[in-house]
């Protein structure tokens, strides 16, 4: 038998992997014969690590996952069925949609109230099976929706899927250079009313090349930090011509896709794809940059899975938060030699010429393009049974394996965040949308207001089956300003 925590971190990528939903936060029940006692223990110890919850035997509900182990290999039902697999594309979009229900219920609202009915939509964004859903969704609630991704973040099933359900799909992955910024700009002179950006790319390109498309947008939503930064940018420059809702930074956005979503997702690309050079996260020294949102993700779950992590940051206070959560705090130069390195910061140029001599292996968690300095010729695809490897390629001058060719490591080698990740972020995009359009606010970046931030919060508790407390009875003395502590007693 093989080691149990190797066993354990493989079949809770396979689950992932199969599924493309969510560990943290789900209720998981293990089960094996006396023999199989320490891999199971493994399993549910490397679960609990991942933020799920161990249920007892009559724990029933749809979410709940029964492992049950046999061996090296064990049997995996969700919700009392066996896992089946999930198809062809239409089959991933019907999967994600049906694990979508905070979405779901927004859009609902949004169709009821009538609030996006004859508006155009573009949404620009990796195209996978959430953001597919996402777009139908805002078509299902009545608006012309058009969709637009890079060659580099297209999945064609999943391009095709869309456009047979009658969402009009600019996206191709054999463009590139002229030919993408041509189809970028035909996108864009589709003519919009709102735009739903990731990373801004379609924002800005706007800007600077057709600016007078802008004219009549009612505003932006921005899904990323990396997206936020350049447009807060051209707002301080005097530049910026839209309307603009920082959807990232909603508490149920950032709080949630970051640390957990790109946390889970980037995490097990990076475990699939060095397995095949027969490496393991487990015991592996990783140098995490960057201790955002992202980088806490990261971290965390790089930590379940058994490896060394230490962190390398330029803000004093997120060192301190690092520092406080375990981890060795240091100079990258000080701290890569040999190891894996994972740039988490979306600034281009984090990982170095040097700092790639010194790592063992590469990856981005950040993405955006150069994260990586990267000499693109010095790559060469690694060539396993007499085929290359999809996504892993090493840099010939340095020995270094560099994943991804230095992409964002969970969108093109692997499907993006987990379901119910998205699900919530895709909600708060919805919730930003409404916003955007019933109030109609004055160009600059926004945030989402608190009441619709606390609305997607309180929907996904409901729909979720999420408990909450009573809120304590008020009192008339809770108006009482006056310091109960030092009251007079004799007046």
Same mark, same amino acid.
């Given at each position: 038998?093989?080691?149990?925590?190797?066993?354990?971190?493989?079949?809770?990528?396979?689950?992932?992997?199969?599924?493309?939903?969510?560990?943290?936060?789900?209720?998981?029940?293990?089960?094996?014969?006396?023999?199989?006692?320490?891999?199971?223990?493994?399993?549910?110890?490397?679960?609990?690590?991942?933020?799920?919850?161990?249920?007892?035997?009559?724990?029933?509900?749809?979410?709940?996952?029964?492992?049950?182990?046999?061996?090296?290999?064990?049997?995996?039902?969700?919700?009392?069925?066996?896992?089946?697999?999930?198809?062809?594309?239409?089959?991933?979009?019907?999967?994600?949609?049906?694990?979508?229900?905070?979405?779901?219920?927004?859009?609902?609202?949004?169709?009821?109230?009538?609030?996006?009915?004859?508006?155009?939509?573009?949404?620009?964004?990796?195209?996978?099976?959430?953001?597919?859903?996402?777009?139908?969704?805002?078509?299902?609630?009545?608006?012309?929706?058009?969709?637009?991704?890079?060659?580099?973040?297209?999945?064609?099933?999943?391009?095709?899927?869309?456009?047979?359900?009658?969402?009009?799909? +600019?996206?191709?992955?054999?463009?590139?250079?002229?030919?993408?910024?041509?189809?970028?700009?035909?996108?864009?002179?589709?003519?919009?009313?709102?735009?739903?950006?990731?990373?801004? =790319?379609?924002?800005?390109?706007?800007?600077?090349?057709?600016?007078?498309?802008?004219?009549?947008?009612?505003?932006?939503?921005?899904?990323?930090?990396?997206?936020?930064?350049?447009?807060?940018?051209?707002?301080?420059?005097?530049?910026?011509?839209?309307?603009?809702?920082?959807?990232? /930074?909603?508490?149920?956005?950032?709080?949630?896709?970051?640390?957990?979503?790109?946390?889970?997702?980037?995490?097990?690309?990076?475990?699939?794809?060095?397995?095949?050079?027969?490496?393991?996260?487990?015991?592996?020294?990783?140098? %995490?940059?960057?201790?955002?949102?992202?980088?806490?993700?990261?971290?965390? =779950?790089?930590?379940?899975?058994?490896? =060394?992590?230490?962190?390398?940051?330029?803000?004093?206070?997120?060192?301190?938060?690092?520092?406080? /959560?375990?981890?060795?705090?240091?100079?990258?130069?000080?701290?890569?030699?040999?190891?894996?390195?994972?740039?988490?910061?979306?600034?281009?140029?984090?990982?170095?010429?040097?700092?790639?001599?010194?790592?063992?292996?590469?990856?981005?968690?950040?993405?955006?393009?150069?994260?990586?300095?990267?000499?693109?010729?010095?790559?060469?695809?690694?060539?396993?049974?007499?085929?290359? %490897?999809?996504?892993? +390629?090493?840099?010939?001058?340095?020995?270094?394996?560099?994943?991804?060719?230095?992409?964002?490591?969970?969108?093109?080698?692997?499907?993006?965040?987990?379901?119910?990740?998205?699900?919530?972020?895709?909600?708060?995009?919805?919730?930003?949308?409404?916003?955007?359009?019933?109030?109609?606010?004055?160009?600059?970046?926004?945030?989402?207001? /608190?009441?619709?931030?606390? =609305?997607?919060?309180?929907?996904?508790?409901? %729909?979720?089956?999420?408990?909450? /407390?009573?809120?304590?009875?008020?009192?008339?003395? +809770?108006?009482?300003?006056?310091?109960?502590?030092?009251?007079?007693?004799?007046?």
């Amino acid at each position: 038998m093989t080691d149990p925590h190797a066993t354990a971190e493989r079949i809770l990528r396979r689950f992932a992997r199969d599924t493309n939903l969510l560990i943290a936060g789900r209720p998981i029940r293990v089960s094996a014969e006396a023999e199989d006692t320490a891999t199971a223990l493994a399993v549910a110890g490397m679960a609990r690590a991942l933020g799920a919850r161990l249920v007892e035997d009559d724990a029933t509900g749809p979410d709940v996952l029964d492992i049950e182990i046999d061996g090296d290999n064990a049997a995996l039902s969700l919700g009392g069925a066996p896992l089946a697999p999930r198809g062809d594309a239409a089959g991933r979009l019907d999967f994600a949609r049906a694990h979508m229900p905070v979405s779901n219920a927004l859009a609902t609202e949004i169709r009821e109230a009538g609030t996006v009915r004859g508006l155009r939509i573009g949404v620009s964004m990796t195209l996978e099976p959430k953001t597919a859903n996402l777009a139908l969704l805002l078509a299902d609630a009545g608006a012309d929706v058009a969709v637009y991704a890079h060659p580099d973040e297209t999945d064609p099933a999943v391009a095709q899927a869309l456009r047979e359900r009658g969402v009009p799909v +600019d996206a191709d992955p054999d463009l590139s250079g002229t030919a993408e910024r041509e189809a970028a700009l035909a996108w864009l002179r589709r003519g919009f009313d709102v735009v739903v950006d990731d990373g801004s =790319h379609l924002v800005r390109l706007a800007h600077e090349a057709a600016p007078e498309l802008i004219e009549g947008w009612i505003g932006v939503t921005e899904e990323t930090t990396s997206g936020l930064t350049p447009l807060r940018a051209l707002h301080a420059a005097g530049l910026l011509r839209t309307p603009v809702v920082a959807v990232n /930074d909603a508490a149920t956005k950032t709080g949630f896709d970051n640390r957990y979503g790109t946390g889970q997702s980037c995490v097990l690309a990076i475990a699939d794809l060095i397995e095949h050079v027969d490496a393991t996260v487990r015991d592996l020294p990783v140098l %995490v940059i960057g201790y955002g949102p992202v980088g806490v993700g990261v971290a965390a =779950h790089l930590t379940a899975l058994g490896a =060394h992590v230490s962190v390398a940051e330029i803000d004093p206070l997120r060192a301190l938060l690092a520092t406080h /959560d375990g981890y060795e705090v240091g100079r990258a130069e000080d701290l890569a030699h040999g190891a894996l390195v994972v740039s988490c910061t979306g600034v281009a140029g984090t990982v170095t010429r040097e700092l790639l001599e010194l790592a063992g292996i590469v990856a981005v968690a950040g993405g955006v393009p150069g994260e990586v300095d990267l000499d693109e010729s010095s790559l060469q695809p690694v060539v396993v049974a007499g085929a290359p %490897v999809p996504h892993l +390629d090493v840099d010939v001058e340095r020995g270094t394996l560099v994943l991804d060719r230095g992409g964002c490591i969970n969108v093109t080698a692997a499907e993006g965040n987990p379901i119910e990740i998205m699900d919530l972020s895709f909600a708060t995009q919805l919730a930003a949308i409404r916003s955007l359009v019933e109030e109609r606010p004055g160009i600059g970046v926004h945030a989402l207001p /608190d009441d619709a931030v606390g =609305h997607v919060a309180a929907t996904a508790a409901h %729909v979720r089956g999420v408990a909450l /407390d009573a809120a304590p009875a008020s009192s008339a003395a +809770d108006a009482d300003w006056r310091s109960r502590r030092y009251r007079d007693i004799d007046a």
